[in-house]
C-alpha cells in the first residue's frame, strides 16, 4: 500500500472516532431515548455538540478532494515524493485540527486547516504534473 493511501485510511480512522464523538455527544444532550428513537424532533445542541457537528462536517467536505486527489494519483500511477509530501501534511493537519476545533481554539484552527488545505493542493498539483 502506498504512502498517499495510508494517509488517505488514517484520514478514515479519524473521520471514523469524529462520527462517535459526534454521535455521543448528541446523545448526551438529547437522552438515549432520542437516540434510540426515530428522531422525528431535530436534535438539541450545546456548545460541543455544535463543534463536533461542525468537525465531522467539516473533515467529510475536506476529505472528499483529498480522496480523489489521492485516489486519481493512484489509478495514474503518479505516486511521487510530492504527492507523499501533500498527503502527509494533509493528515498532520486534520489529526491535529479535529481537537483544536473540537476545544475551540479559533486562529489556530484555521491555521491548522489551512496546512491541511495546501497538503490537498498539494496532491492534486502532483496530479497535474502527471497528467501534463
Known amino acids: 500500500m502506498s504512502i498517499e493511501l495510508l494517509y488517505l485510511l488514517g484520514s478514515v480512522a479519524i473521520m471514523v472516532v469524529l462520527i462517535g464523538v459526534q454521535a455521543a455527544s448528541t446523545i448526551k444532550v438529547n437522552g438515549l431515548s432520542w437516540g434510540l428513537g426515530p428522531r422525528d424532533e431535530p436534535a ?5 455538540s455544535a463543534r463536533a457537528k461542525r468537525t465531522l462536517n467539516n473533515h467529510v467536505e ?3 478532494l483529498f480522496g480523489f486527489a489521492v485516489l486519481i494519483v493512484e489509478t495514474a500511477g503518479a505516486n ?8 502527509a501534511l494533509y493528515f498532520w493537519a486534520r489529526l491535529v485540527y479535529a481537537p ?3 476545544v475551540g481554539i479559533p486562529v489556530l484552527r484555521t491555521l491548522v486547516w489551512a496546512a491541511g488545505f495546501i497538503g490537498t493542493l498539494i496532491v492534486i498539483y502532483a496530479c497535474g504534473l502527471a497528467a501534463f
Open 44 to 48: 438539541q445542541q450545546d456548545t460541543f
Open 62 to 64: 475536506g476529505l472528499v
Open 80 to 87: 511521487s515524493s510530492l504527492s507523499a509530501l501533500g498527503s
Open 100 to 102: 483544536v476545533y473540537l
